[in-house]
C-alpha cells in the first residue's frame, strides 16, 4: 500500500513539474578583458571534463538506463569520483593526476554534478534516437545512423552559493572560474542587462543559469521559473488572422457575436527591409550564375541571408507583442488562432514575388511566441480549423469574392465590400464561440451542423453565431 502511494506521489509530482512554467532571460554581463579571459578559460574547462563522461556513460548505458533521472547521477559519480566510503571507482580517468588538465584534480564537486547530468542527457538523447534509427522510424529510408555528439559545447550550470553569488538586488554576481592555477571567485562582476526582469515580478524564482561565454558573448542565461496566474474569464475573446498582405489582423469577438474592437498590426517598415535583402539576394545570385555559368556556392551572400533572418524574427516579435498588447487592453482571456500547422502553399511560381512572400511568411514563428508570452500573463491560446474562415462572409450570405486588383478586399454576395483579413478574424472568433457553445473541445468543428446522410454543409461564420443567440434566446 506505501509502495502504492509512493508511486502515486511520484505521479502527481511529475505532473506537477510538467505544468510549471519557466522563461529564460538574458543577464549581459560588464565583464572586464581579464575576467572574461577567465570565464572562457572556465567554460574550456568544463568541456574538457564533460567530454570524456560522455564516453563513460555511453559505455555504461545499459546498466544506467534503468534508473530513475535523480539514481542516474549520484550512480555516475560513484564511477569516477573517489570517496572515503568509494576509494576505487571503476573509471579512473578523472583521478590520475593530468599534466593539461590540473583543473580536474580540484573540480568544484557541483559543477561536476552539473557535468554528469549534461553528460546523462546528452547520451539519452542519442540512446532514444539509435533506437528509433534502428526500428526504421526515420524521416528518410537512406537517413545514416546518429552520431554520439562527444565534441559537445554545452555550458557550464552554475548553482548558487556553491558557483555564483549574487549581491542585494542582483545587481552584479561574483562567480567560481578557473584561474589557470586554481579554483577562485571573481570580484563582482556588474550585470549590465536583465532580459525582461522577469526576476522582479513577485513571486517568481530564479533558477541556476548557465554561463554563456565565447568570443563575442559574456551572459548569464538565468531561467525563471514563472509564478502561475489566471486571468479572469470574459465574454469576449481576441481572435488573429495572420496574413500574407497584413501581418495580422485582431478583433474582439463576444459570445453573442458583437465586435467591440478591431486592430490591423503590420510592420510594414521591417518588411521593406527584409524585402530589400532578399532582393540584393536574388540581384546577386544571377549575376553570378550568369558570369560563372555554374550553381552558387556554399555560404553565398551569408551575411545578408542572416540579417534578413534577423529581421523576419524581429518582425514575429513585433506582431506577438502587438496582438498580446492589444488583448491586454481589452481584458480578454482567450487567444484564439488558425491552426497552421504544416500548411504549405501551392500557389507561386518558383521566383516569383508570391512565392517569396509565402516562403518568408514567419506565422509559426508568431503563433509560437505568442503561445509563450500569453501563456505565461496566465491567458490561454487556442487554435480553430482554419478552412473557408477567409472564404464566407462573415453576415452569413455566403462565399465572397476577391477583388483583382486589391486581394485584400472581398465582395459580399451583398454587393457590401470588406477587408477580407477582418472578415476572416471575425469568423475565426465565431468558429471558437460556436465550438464552445456545442461542447466541441477539440475546437475542430468547421460546420454548423450535418445533413441526414452526413453531408456537411455551411461553414461557422459570425452570422451563424448570431443566430444561434437569438434562437438561445
Avoid at 498582405?245 to 474592437?261: L, P, R
Avoid at 478591431?262 to 539576394?281: G, L
Avoid at 500573463?377 to 469574392?401: C, H, M, Q
Wanted: hydrophobic residues 35%.
Amino acid at each position: 500500500m506505501s509502495q502504492r502511494k509512493t508511486k502515486q506521489r511520484r505521479n502527481n509530482k511529475a505532473k506537477a513539474t510538467s505544468l510549471e512554467i519557466v522563461r529564460t532571460d538574458v543577464w549581459q554581463q560588464a565583464a572586464s578583458k581579464s575576467e572574461k579571459e577567465q570565464l572562457l578559460l572556465t567554460v574550456l574547462e568544463y568541456g574538457a571534463y564533460l567530454r570524456p563522461l560522455v564516453l563513460i556513460v555511453n559505455a555504461q548505458w545499459k546498466s544506467l538506463a534503468s534508473l530513475r533521472p535523480s539514481e542516474r547521477v549520484n550512480a555516475v559519480e560513484r564511477m569516477i569520483h573517489s570517496t572515503a566510503k568509494n576509494p576505487s571507482p571503476k573509471h579512473r580517468y578523472f583521478l590520475a593526476k593530468p599534466k593539461k588538465r590540473p583543473s580536474m584534480l580540484k573540480f568544484p564537486s557541483y559543477l561536476r554534478r552539473a557535468a554528469i547530468a549534461d553528460a546523462i542527457s546528452i547520451v539519452s538523447s542519442f540512446q532514444t534516437r539509435y533506437r528509433e534509427w534502428h526500428s526504421e522510424i526515420r524521416g528518410k529510408r537512406t537517413s545514416a545512423p546518429p552520431r554520439l555528439t562527444a565534441m559537445c559545447n554545452s555550458y557550464p550550470t552554475l548553482y548558487k552559493g556553491q558557483q555564483v553569488l549574487y549581491s542585494q538586488g542582483s545587481h552584479s554576481v561574483r562567480l567560481k572560474v578557473w584561474s589557470g592555477s586554481d579554483w577562485v571567485w571573481t570580484n563582482e562582476i556588474k550585470i549590465k542587462a536583465f532580459g525582461n526582469r522577469r526576476h522582479l515580478i513577485p513571486g517568481n524564482e530564479i533558477q541556476s543559469p548557465s554561463l554563456v561565454v565565447n568570443k563575442k558573448k559574456c551572459q548569464l542565461s538565468m531561467p525563471v521559473k514563472v509564478k502561475k496566474v489566471a486571468l479572469p474569464e470574459s465574454e469576449f475573446v481576441a481572435s488573429v488572422d495572420l496574413g500574407i498582405n497584413s501581418a495580422a489582423t485582431a478583433a474582439i469577438v463576444g459570445k453573442t457575436g458583437t465586435v467591440k474592437a478591431r486592430a490591423f498590426i503590420d510592420p510594414a517598415k521591417d518588411i521593406d527591409r527584409r524585402n530589400q535583402r532578399r532582393m540584393m539576394i536574388a540581384k546577386r545570385a544571377k549575376q553570378t550564375t550568369n558570369l560563372t555559368q555554374e550553381k552558387l556556392p556554399k555560404g553565398f551572400c551569408q551575411g545578408l541571408y542572416r540579417k534578413s533572418s534577423n529581421i523576419n524574427l524581429e518582425i514575429s516579435r513585433k506582431v506577438a507583442n502587438q496582438v498580446i498588447e492589444f488583448a491586454t487592453e481589452h481584458n480578454v482571456k482567450v487567444i484564439v488562432l488558425e491552426n497552421m500547422a504544416g500548411w504549405k502553399a501551392k500557389a507561386g511560381k518558383r521566383g516569383t514575388l508570391l512565392k517569396q512572400k509565402f516562403h518568408l511568411w514567419c506565422h509559426r514563428k508568431i503563433v509560437e511566441l505568442i503561445k509563450q508570452r500569453w501563456t505565461e500573463l496566465g491567458g490561454i491560446v487556442k487554435e480553430v480549423n482554419p478552412k473557408y474562415t477567409s472564404a464566407y462572409a462573415f453576415d452569413g450570405s455566403g462565399k465572397v469574392r476577391r477583388s483583382k486588383h486589391n486581394y485584400s478586399l472581398a465582395r459580399f454576395s451583398t454587393g457590401k465590400q470588406y477587408n477580407a483579413d477582418l472578415n476572416a478574424a471575425y469568423n475565426i472568433g465565431a468558429r471558437y464561440w460556436y465550438c464552445s457553445l456545442m461542447g466541441d473541445k477539440t475546437f475542430s468543428r468547421v460546420y454548423d451542423s450535418k445533413s441526414s446522410d452526413g453531408t456537411l454543409r455551411t461553414p461557422v461564420t459570425l452570422g451563424t453565431l448570431r443566430q444561434l443567440t437569438v434562437a438561445s434566446s
